[in-house]
């Protein structure tokens, strides 16, 4: 999988200055993507703040077995 051109911090820290009234088009324009791409993250990382981001990174991904058992059948 590709990796990210931005970290999750700053994606957070890009929907907080739409959120605080700079126009769509022109935060697109400041970083360098396009619409389609930056609603696209909005929908993903949207609800998040800095700290939830940093709670997730902690845990970690995780693998809870449910994706084995589930092909055993």
């Known amino acids: ?3 990210s051109r931005f970290t999750e911090a700053q994606i957070i820290g890009m929907i907080k200055e739409q959120e605080a009234g ?3 088009a022109e935060l697109c324009r400041k970083h360098g993507l396009s619409p389609a ?3 696209k ?3 993903k990382y949207g ?12 845990i ?4 809870n077995g449910d994706a084995a058992e589930a092909t055993r059948g």
């Open 60 to 63: 970690g991904p995780r693998d």
């Open 47 to 58: 609800g998040m703040d800095l700290s939830d981001d940093r709670h997730w990174n902690a």
């Open 22 to 24: 700079l126009p769509t």
């Open 1 to 3: 999988m590709r990796k």
């Open 41 to 43: 993250l909005k929908a």
């Open 37 to 39: 791409t930056y609603y």
